[in-house]
């Protein structure tokens, strides 16, 4: 009986995310992007251009996880669509949707976070919407469906879900 409540405490103390307290959401102007799991062909640049901004959780002064975004004003389905869209903004100004094209962590927890933020981060600069331009890989689907979006768009080669703001 105590071997097991040491095992259990082993195991929870391993599981410990009170370290998610004291993160920071912040702006990043660089990135390994040979690190993104998810589109490492896209570079730096594009990353940051057209007002598409990078962002990361910061713990102990080390990022845990990061979030790329654009912004549009309406869902595309492709990154090509996503690049188009995000130009046009631009020079229009008229962007109501962040499009999370990319996420990914190094730390349990840290994944739940940086959604959390960037929901914040959309609720508090006005913007209508948050969806994603996600992969069509059951850890993507499981990850967003588990923090709570819902399946907006299957296409070709990618899926949308849409967060509630």
Known sequence: M????FDWFKR???TDFSWIKTTKFVQLED???SDDPVRPELDLEWRKSFDRKIFGLEY??????VM????????PHTVRELDLMSKINKYEKNADTVIAYTVWS????AGKKIMEEALQYA?????????????????ATHYHIKNGAKLIGLNPTTQNFEYSL
């Open 68 to 75: 790329c975004l654009a912004f549009t004003n309406d869902v």
């Open 106 to 109: 190094k730390k349990k927890g």
């Open 31 to 33: 990135i390994d992007v």
């Open 123 to 139: 609720r508090s600069n006005g913007f209508r919407r948050i969806v994603t331009l996600s992969p069509l890989t059951p850890m």
């Open 60 to 65: 102990n002064k080390k990022i845990e996880a």
């Open 2 to 5: 105590i071997k097991r409540l």
């Open 12 to 14: 929870t103390k391993l």
